[in-house]
């Protein structure tokens, strides 16, 4: 057995002798973002630092702790608090959580994030359900030895955002009077913000967000075949403003206050798998 299947394996064992009920949903939980916990019956919290062989969070905002709760009829395994390769972990520790959940059970994994909005029609506090992302300015998390048990050397990219999730979640939105973007995600690997031209740059090609997260966590899910929804709030508007100076404190206020509308619509997405 190759190294990564026995420590998930050993990982999986651990977190099982505390909950021992299959997931069906994971949610990954976005900067300022981590209030849907609240709607769940929950079960069983985990720290990060009881996990074996999970990293530990460090990113203000950030709980850093696997919950495991009830959602209608559905078992959800929540991160509330995710790795960002900016951290200073490896692409390999960024994703390990993803590979876990897969193991754990899930069948749907669902993603948020904050991110800085590029499309020039957007506005701070909008949502934006992903359609589609640009991986080139992060780093591939499955570069290196391909694992086949969890999937192809060479994996599908064509339709990373299941588009069965999107038009239920538009739907949902429409239901709730929620108004919704749509748009492409560039990530970056960060820790700066966007200079204005790099700004510039991601808009002419072609993205309407970008962010510090998501995507290695989407190229995993993918790569082991689990279907992916995301859904940015969009925090700052690099593109805009010509004196817009982005500070951290900024983005988790915004994210915080549109937190709700977004918290709703993954609730019902949840319910509707
Ligand atoms: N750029 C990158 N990441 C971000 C931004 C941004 O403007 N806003 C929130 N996350």
């Not at 994703?95 to 909005?117: D, Q």
């Not at 075949?225 to 988790?252: C, W």
């Amino acid at each position: 057995m190759s190294d990564i299947l026995k420590k998930i394996g050993e990982t999986v064992d651990f977190i099982r002798r505390h909950y021992n009920e299959p997931s069906q949903v994971g949610v990954v939980l976005g900067s300022g973002l981590g209030h849907f916990t609240d709607e769940l019956q929950v079960q069983k919290e985990i720290s990060y630092n009881d996990i074996p062989h999970f990293p530990v969070s460090t990113v203000e905002g950030h709980k850093g702790k696997l919950v495991f709760g009830k959602l209608g009829n559905k078992n959800v395994v929540v991160m509330a608090g995710r790795f960002h390769y900016y951290e200073g972990y490896s692409i390999e520790d960024v994703v390990y959580p993803i590979r876990v959940m897969k193991y754990l059970g899930i069948e749907t994994l669902i993603l948020s994030n904050a991110a800085g909005g590029v499309n020039p029609a957007f506005n701070v506090g909008d949502l934006m359900i992903i359609t589609d992302h640009i991986s080139q300015f992060s780093i591939n998390p499955l570069i290196g030895k391909n694992e086949p048990q969890f999937g192809t050397r060479f994996p599908d990219m064509s339709e990373p955002y299941k588009k069965e999730l999107i038009s239920k979640a538009k739907a949902i939105a429409a239901d709730l009077k929620i108004v919704v973007r749509e748009g492409i995600y560039l990530s970056v690997t960060g820790p700066t913000f966007e200079t204005r031209a790099e700004y510039k740059m991601i808009h002419v090609l072609g993205a309407d967000a970008v962010g510090m997260s998501t995507v290695p966590e989407v190229i995993v899910a993918r790569h082991m075949d689990i279907p992916v929804f995301a859904m940015s709030v969009i925090t700052d508007l690099g593109i805009r403003e010509e004196e817009n100076v982005i500070t951290h404190e900024e983005v988790l206020e915004a994210a915080q206050a549109a937190e709700p509308k977004m918290t709703a619509i993954v609730k019902h997405l949840v319910q509707q798998l």
